[in-house]
């Protein structure tokens, strides 16, 4: 069945620092991807999408590009902020619109110090 | 544009009793999901509506899980009876074609 796979956390950065949280999935056919975000006390919020392979999405910084040939999606920003710390999950939809289930990686905990 | 809502926020209850929990979609979302968050794991779909009908419901302990949206809007989610591996957060959400919107969710205790 469909999986999704996240880099280990907890990640702990400093403000300003570089951000790369690792991603991979495992789906037949041509999923959808997305990174969700919870922030502390919230529920989840859609950070960014790609609904097919070599299209990168963004938001708030925020970038990701699908790679069908490394079966990816690596959440990058080049300076994170204290208001970055929150649960980052990625997920896939099996189908090419927001329709479908999601299935979810186990999420990374990121902390920005100042 | 109001949100999903959820209600209760929080629930705790002893094993072997029942608890209930409510969602009410975004306005003209005719796609309804539940999940299940257990602690330090992303959410794993329990059901999935469309409308009042249940699209996959395959992943639902159908032996003590149950869900219905009648009329095709609000939704229930039951637990009887409840066991401790059920403490989790339940959340729900719904959708348009773009994207899914998820509630604060309901975080159910079973001591």
């Known amino acids: 069945g469909d999986s999704v796979t996240q880099m280990e956390g907890p990640v702990t950065l400093s403000e300003e620092a570089f951000l790369t949280i690792n991603c991979t999935y495992t789906?037949?056919?041509?999923?959808?991807l997305f990174w969700y975000v919870q922030y502390p006390g919230e529920g989840l919020q859609l950070l960014l999408k790609?609904?097919?392979?070599?299209d990168k999405g963004s938001n708030k910084g925020f970038e990701a590009t699908y790679r069908k040939e490394t079966t990816s999606f690596h959440l990058e920003k080049g300076s994170v902020q204290v208001s970055d710390s929150a649960v980052y999950f990625c997920?896939?939809?099996?189908?090419?619109?927001?329709?479908?289930?999601?299935?979810f990686g186990q999420g990374t905990i990121l902390t920005v110090h100042p | 544009e109001a949100g999903v809502a959820q209600s209760p926020r929080y629930k705790i209850i002893e094993k072997r009793q029942s608890v209930a929990f409510w969602c009410n979609p975004i306005?003209?979302?005719?796609?309804l999901y539940w999940y299940q968050q257990i602690l330090g794991q992303g959410p794993k779909l329990l059901i999935q509506?469309?409308?009042?009908?249940?699209?996959?419901d395959s992943q639902l302990p159908k032996d003590r899980f149950s869900a219905e949206r009648l009329k095709g809007v609000d939704s229930t989610l039951k637990i009887q009876p409840a066991k401790l591996e059920d403490s989790a957060v339940y959340l729900c959400?719904?959708?348009?074609?773009?994207?899914?919107?998820f509630g604060p969710g309901t975080r159910l205790t079973v001591t």
């Open positions: 997920a896939l939809s099996p189908l090419g619109t927001s329709y479908g289930k999601l299935t």
């Open positions: 509506f469309q409308n009042n009908g249940v699209v996959d």
């Open positions: 790609a609904t097919k392979a070599d």
């Open positions: 959400a719904s959708s348009s074609f773009y994207e899914q919107y």
């Open positions: 789906a037949t056919g041509y999923p959808s």
């Open positions: 306005s003209g979302h005719a796609t």
